[in-house]
């Protein structure tokens, strides 16, 4: 489920309240009052067998006699008697249900847990909880919370799993004039999870950012698709809970030691577009600045200061926090000499001298805030004996006032009024009206900082990539019969000539590896290979061959390869029997690299990539970065860029780059492998040779799952580019063309065909005559959730990106697969080949598959060609209530398949 029903949940017009008490401090009590004293315009509701009244209003002894069904229902009762009253509620229509009571730890709790659910389950009853705090919603007057105060009405949502960090927050919120649409906590997340609020305040027109308080993700899939969804919408920012707790399972392998629980976390709120906060005084702060000022334009920073000391040292915390400093014009130096004192050093950061008074404050911080090449301004004071930081204060807040009045593009203000005794009352009144203040500027240059990132995300999220320099398909069948005759043999870990033979099948460069059974047989494989050579050990169970003398390097002759065997042999724990060993010819380049990539299954997010620096040191160097599949070749390379090794791969003085794409497109072909083969569990490249000259498999270990995995694709936290749909068509007039789904490259294309519409196309399928096609508005038609939405597209046959889009048709589905909405493009120079029927057959039978069960539309009026054939498919047409010249055309998809 997603949001079905949860509007009864946060937007009720009733509420009963099931353990509603009079006794003081009781769980009870505390919910009558904030229910009865938070401005709710409904009836309320209160249930106890045995009180008359609770909060002066009436009670009721048990459900049954309540005298209008409640929309939600509150429960604090024993544990014991929560599944039966769900029941009951259920039968009286109920829709939600807030549970505060908590129940048994371990097993039993569990078991408790399943029967809330199979109570709720017959009548689509949203359960919040067990075991949490509850909901405050303050524009609705809902306060069903033990929360120890009330929240004021503002546009951040706040949803946490600990009812401790959500009173938390309320208590500062409340010092800082913060104010929240929505405060929520999961508890047990029973039913509601992370991924059905952030699909609800996406769509709710109240919330205008959303912070997380993460301690672990249920259902990744839909959490990383509703998290993609909301964080294009609007700012989303996340703190998780036990960063330093790594999974609790022994990895074997490099991948699994250097790939961390956390580490998969960050990587996910990454690819999601989520900005990433370690400490709840950054999430504070970030609620802040974001209820405040939302997001910045730019990081060209200005720093105003009537300290030239503290002016510097802030400059200096500002770049070393990676910050930029706006370089002033000319222009804006020369209005900034006639509102400052003579002989001001005329430079940024901007020394307005000690005796500043307000207005001072307020000419200079308005010069900057006009200023083209000025993104933020940093305002700070330090207190003195001759100006009063009070005066400055509120001329600063009246100038940030009467910006939006005034200027369309908006500056970032942040304030920092340096000190406690005096400067407390300057950052209150500072706050009251709305400008972000902070007690030190290292901490307005942190808040700065976060909302840069995130505003970096958003950018990254929806770049588009350009198209792959090469475009291979890979030999999955034969792929897959490796691993097969490895589990049929029983062998988890592939050996190093079938794991290359494995990666060799997905065009990944490998280094020729010749098993040999003994010593002899070595030299006699190294006598036909060009020398000098390398021989590994190869033994059953033996991952890291390094650790036991398993590896000996540039060897001459083929007779010191014999003689490395067969030490190598003796050097084998007795315990241990070797199967053997591996020849190879040794590779070695000059300005190469000895890189790392590799596969880990993670417990909860499924196959994970990991890429850094490489060799035998790869635990110690901790220089990794990680990435969920599928990934593309920008994916691939922010992924690379994200390691310190990248700076040396990009080449320095007369050190040639590495091979870039070539490195790119290793980690886009394992990520394909992973995809492909759902029993690949962990896999190690090690080392991964890397230079100008591209890249080469140098050593590899692969892990098989010992039984086939079921429903294999849902293991993946992104659904994957679906090939399966790519269908070639062959048109009237004899030309083949390509049906398959949307890329990200084709971004280019889908403008060029957008763009040699007409007005009159433009009208019928826009609603408008003439409409600039952006790459921010584009971009978001093409980087599309495959687990969502739909969008087919007809192309020349090649390289997606560089291939003319001849036809586009779509379905964006509600998050809970319910109805989905249609659009169509057919561009004048391809009508008069059936192809409007045959896209929106294949949209139809697309929704129709995956149980979405109505698919709808509008239709102008005047397009009669496009509303005889909806005619034809079978969809029913009604004038649309708020525009009389479109037609909402509707298609029921699960009714007419049965029938």
Same mark, same amino acid.
């Given at each position: 489920?997603?949001?079905?029903?949860?509007?009864?949940?946060?937007?009720?017009?009733?509420?009963?309240?099931?353990?509603?008490?009079?006794?003081?401090?009781?769980?009870?009590?505390?919910?009558?009052?904030?229910?009865?004293?938070?401005? =709710?315009?409904?009836?309320?509701?209160?249930?106890?067998?045995?009180?008359?009244?609770?909060?002066?209003?009436?009670?009721?002894?048990? @459900?049954?006699?309540?005298?209008?069904?409640?929309?939600?229902?509150?429960?604090? +009762?024993?544990?014991?008697?929560?599944?039966?009253?769900?029941?009951? /509620?259920?039968?009286?229509?109920?829709?939600?249900?807030?549970?505060?009571?908590?129940?048994?730890?371990?097993?039993?709790?569990?078991?408790?847990?399943?029967?809330?659910?199979?109570?709720?389950?017959?009548? *689509?009853?949203?359960?919040?909880?067990?075991?949490?705090?509850?909901?405050?919603?303050?524009?609705?007057?809902?306060?069903?919370?033990?929360?120890?105060?009330?929240?004021?009405?503002?546009?951040?949502?706040?949803?946490?799993?600990?009812?401790?960090?959500?009173?938390?927050?309320?208590?500062?919120?409340?010092?800082?004039?913060?104010?929240?649409?929505?405060?929520?906590?999961?508890?047990?997340?029973?039913?509601?999870?992370?991924?059905?609020?952030?699909?609800?305040?996406?769509?709710?027109?109240?919330?205008?950012?959303?912070?997380?308080?993460?301690?672990?993700?249920?259902?990744?899939?839909?959490?990383?698709?509703?998290?993609?969804?909301?964080?294009?919408?609007?700012?989303?920012?996340?703190?998780?809970?036990?960063?330093?707790?790594?999974?609790?399972?022994?990895?074997?392998?490099?991948?699994?030691?250097?790939?961390?629980?956390?580490?998969?976390?960050?990587?996910?709120?990454?690819?999601?577009?989520? /900005?990433?906060?370690?400490?709840?005084?950054?999430?504070?702060?970030?609620?802040?600045?974001? %209820?405040?000022?939302?997001?910045?334009?730019?990081?060209? &920073?200005?720093? *105003?200061?009537?300290?030239?000391?503290?002016?510097? &040292?802030?400059?200096?915390?500002?770049?070393?926090?990676?910050?930029?400093?706006?370089?002033?014009?000319?222009?804006?130096?020369?209005?900034?000499?006639?509102?400052?004192? %003579?002989?001001?050093?005329?430079?940024?950061?901007?020394?307005?001298?000690?005796?500043?008074? $307000? #207005?001072?404050?307020?000419?200079?911080?308005?010069?900057?805030?006009?200023?083209?090449?000025?993104?933020?301004?940093?305002?700070?004071?330090?207190?003195?004996?001759?100006?009063?930081?009070?005066?400055?204060?509120?001329?600063?807040?009246?100038?940030?006032?009467?910006?939006?009045?005034?200027?369309?593009?908006?500056?970032?203000?942040?304030?920092?009024?340096?000190?406690?005794?005096?400067?407390?009352?300057?950052?209150?009144?500072?706050?009251?009206?709305?400008?972000?203040?902070?007690?030190?500027?290292?901490?307005?240059?942190?808040?700065?900082?976060? &909302?840069?990132?995130?505003?970096?995300?958003? #950018?990254?999220?929806?770049?588009?990539?350009?198209?792959?320099?090469?475009?291979?398909?890979?030999?999955?069948?034969?792929?897959?019969?490796?691993?097969?005759?490895?589990?049929?043999?029983?062998?988890?870990?592939?050996?190093?000539?079938?794991?290359?033979?494995?990666?060799?099948?997905?065009?990944?460069?490998?280094?020729?590896?010749?098993?040999?059974?003994?010593?002899?047989?070595?030299?006699?494989?190294?006598?036909?290979? +060009?020398?000098?050579?390398?021989?590994?050990?190869?033994?059953?169970?033996?991952?890291?061959?390094?650790?036991?003398?398993?590896?000996? *390097?540039?060897?001459?002759?083929?007779?010191?390869?014999?003689?490395?065997?067969?030490?190598?042999?003796?050097?084998?724990?007795?315990?241990?029997?070797?199967?053997?060993?591996?020849?190879?010819?040794?590779?070695?380049?000059?300005?190469?690299?000895?890189?790392?990539? $590799?596969?880990?299954?993670?417990?909860?997010?499924?196959? @994970?990539?990991?890429?850094?620096?490489?060799?035998?040191?790869?635990? @110690?160097?901790?220089?990794?970065?990680?990435?969920?599949?599928? *990934?593309?070749?920008?994916?691939?390379?922010?992924?690379?860029?994200?390691?310190?090794?990248?700076?040396?791969?990009?080449?320095?003085?007369?050190?040639?780059?590495?091979?870039?794409?070539?490195?790119?497109?290793?980690?886009?072909?394992?990520?394909?492998?992973?995809?492909?083969?759902?029993?690949?569990?962990?896999?190690?490249?090690?080392?991964?040779?890397?230079?100008?000259?591209?890249?080469?498999?140098?050593?590899?270990?692969?892990?098989?799952?010992?039984?086939?995995?079921?429903?294999?694709?849902?293991?993946?936290?992104?659904?994957?580019?679906?090939?399966?749909?790519?269908?070639?068509?062959?048109?009237?007039?004899?030309?083949?063309?390509?049906?398959?789904?949307?890329?990200?490259?084709?971004?280019?294309?889908?403008?060029?065909?957008?763009?040699?519409?007409?007005?009159?196309? /433009? #009208?019928?399928?826009?609603?408008?005559?003439?409409?600039?096609?952006?790459?921010?508005?584009?971009?978001?038609?093409?980087?599309?959730?495959?687990?969502?939405?739909?969008?087919?597209?007809?192309?020349?046959?090649?390289?997606?990106?560089?291939?003319?889009?001849?036809? @586009?048709?779509?379905?964006?589905?509600?998050?809970?697969?319910?109805?989905?909405? =249609?659009?169509?493009?057919?561009?004048?120079?391809?009508?008069?080949?059936?192809? $409007?029927? =045959?896209?929106?057959?294949?949209?139809?039978?697309?929704?129709?598959?995956?149980?979405?069960?109505?698919?709808?539309?509008?239709?102008?009026?005047?397009?009669?060609?496009?509303?005889?054939?909806?005619?034809?498919?079978? =969809?029913?047409?009604?004038?649309?209530?708020?525009?009389?010249?479109?037609?909402?055309?509707?298609?029921?998809?699960?009714?007419?398949?049965?029938?």
């Amino acid at each position: 489920m997603s949001t079905r029903n949860l509007a009864a949940l946060f937007q009720p017009q009733s509420v009963a309240l099931l353990g509603a008490s009079r006794r003081p401090g009781s769980i009870g009590a505390v919910l009558a009052r904030n229910l009865f004293n938070s401005g =709710f315009q409904g009836p309320i509701l209160p249930v106890h067998p045995r009180h008359r009244a609770v909060q002066g209003v009436l009670t009721y002894p048990d @459900v049954a006699s309540l005298p209008v069904t409640p929309d939600l229902a509150v429960i604090c +009762t024993p544990a014991d008697t929560v599944p039966d009253l769900l029941t009951q /509620l259920g039968e009286r229509g109920t829709r939600a249900a807030i549970i505060i009571s908590r129940g048994q730890p371990g097993p039993a709790g569990a078991q408790w847990r399943q029967r809330l659910l199979e109570a709720a389950r017959p009548y *689509l009853m949203r359960i919040l909880g067990p075991n949490g705090l509850g909901a405050i919603v303050p524009r609705a007057g809902l306060n069903a919370s033990v929360s120890h105060m009330q929240a004021h009405p503002g546009g951040v949502a706040f949803v946490t799993q600990s009812g401790a960090i959500m009173t938390s927050i309320i208590d500062w919120a409340a010092s800082h004039g913060t104010g929240f649409s929505h405060l929520v906590a999961l508890g047990d997340m029973s039913d509601v999870d992370f991924g059905d609020m952030l699909d609800y305040l996406v769509a709710d027109h109240g919330t205008s950012a959303i912070l997380l308080h993460v301690e672990v993700i249920t259902n990744v899939r839909k959490f990383m698709s509703a998290a993609r969804a909301a964080a294009r919408m609007k700012p989303v920012i996340v703190i998780k809970g036990g960063r330093h707790v790594e999974a609790a399972r022994a990895a074997e392998s490099h991948t699994g030691a250097v790939a961390s629980s956390d580490a998969v976390y960050d990587a996910a709120f990454r690819r999601a577009g989520m /900005l990433r906060v370690h400490n709840l005084d950054d999430l504070f702060s970030a609620a802040g600045t974001l %209820a405040l000022s939302g997001v910045p334009g730019g990081e060209r &920073m200005a720093i *105003l200061s009537n300290g030239g000391g503290m002016g510097v &040292m802030a400059t200096d915390v500002y770049l070393d926090n990676g910050g930029v400093l706006a370089e002033l014009s000319e222009d804006t130096l020369t209005r900034l000499d006639a509102v400052l004192p %003579a002989g001001w050093a005329r430079e940024n950061p901007v020394d307005i001298i000690g005796d500043a008074p $307000g #207005e001072r404050y307020a000419n200079s911080l308005e010069v900057l805030m006009e200023a083209p090449e000025v993104d933020a301004v940093m305002v700070i004071n330090c207190p003195v004996a001759i100006a009063d930081s009070e005066e400055a204060a509120v001329a600063v807040a009246r100038c940030v006032a009467a910006q939006d009045q005034r200027w369309g593009r908006h500056r970032m203000v942040l304030t920092s009024w340096v000190g406690e005794a005096t400067a407390a009352i300057a950052r209150e009144h500072l706050s009251s009206r709305g400008v972000p203040t902070f007690r030190t500027p290292l901490l307005a240059t942190r808040a700065f900082m976060q &909302m840069l990132e995130y505003r970096r995300n958003q #950018e990254e999220l929806l770049e588009t990539p350009r198209p792959l320099p090469e475009d291979t398909e890979p030999d999955v069948a034969e792929a897959r019969a490796i691993i097969r005759r490895a589990r049929d043999a029983g062998n988890e870990w592939l050996t190093e000539d079938l794991s290359k033979q494995l990666l060799a099948a997905f065009d990944i460069p490998v280094v020729a590896t010749h098993p040999a059974s003994t010593p002899e047989h070595a030299r006699e494989i190294a006598e036909t290979l +060009t020398g000098p050579y390398v021989v590994k050990l190869r033994a059953e169970g033996l991952v890291h061959k390094s650790d036991v003398g398993g590896v000996r *390097l540039n060897l001459r002759t083929p007779e010191a390869v014999e003689i490395a065997a067969r030490d190598m042999a003796r050097q084998l724990p007795p315990a241990q029997e070797h199967a053997g060993f591996a020849v190879q010819p040794m590779v070695t380049h000059t300005h190469s690299y000895e890189l790392f990539a $590799g596969v880990i299954d993670d417990a909860q997010f499924g196959p @994970v990539i990991v890429f850094g620096d490489g060799g035998t040191a790869v635990e @110690v160097l901790t220089d990794q970065a990680i990435g969920l599949p599928p *990934l593309n070749i920008k994916l691939a390379r922010d992924l690379m860029a994200r390691t310190r090794i990248y700076r040396q791969l990009c080449g320095y003085r007369k050190v040639a780059a590495a091979d870039l794409d070539a490195i790119a497109l290793t980690l886009i072909r394992l990520s394909r492998l992973v995809v492909e083969l759902p029993e690949v569990r962990e896999l190690d490249i090690n080392p991964l040779l890397a230079g100008p000259f591209g890249v080469t498999a140098l050593d590899a270990r692969i892990r098989v799952a010992s039984e086939p995995i079921q429903n294999p694709s849902a293991r993946l936290a992104i659904r994957p580019y679906p090939r399966e749909l790519e269908e070639t068509v062959t048109l009237q007039d004899g030309r083949d063309l390509l049906l398959r789904p949307i890329l990200p490259e084709d971004e280019h294309e889908l403008i060029r065909t957008y763009s040699s519409l007409s007005p009159e196309e /433009l #009208e019928l399928r826009f609603f408008v005559s003439s409409q600039t096609f952006t790459h921010m508005t584009t971009a978001r038609s093409t980087q599309i959730d495959y687990d969502r939405e739909m969008t087919f597209v007809l192309t020349d046959p090649g390289v997606p990106g560089e291939s003319a889009v001849h036809g @586009v048709v779509s379905a964006a589905t509600d998050p809970d697969n319910d109805s989905a909405e =249609f659009a169509i493009i057919i561009p004048h120079t391809m009508t008069g080949l059936g192809l $409007g029927r =045959f896209l929106m057959e294949r949209i139809i039978a697309y929704c129709r598959q995956r149980g979405t069960r109505v698919l709808r539309g509008e239709v102008l009026k005047e397009n009669t060609r496009m509303l005889r054939l909806c005619r034809r498919l079978g =969809f029913r047409k009604r004038t649309s209530p708020t525009y009389p010249q479109i037609y909402l055309v509707e298609l029921e998809l699960q009714a007419e398949s049965s029938a």
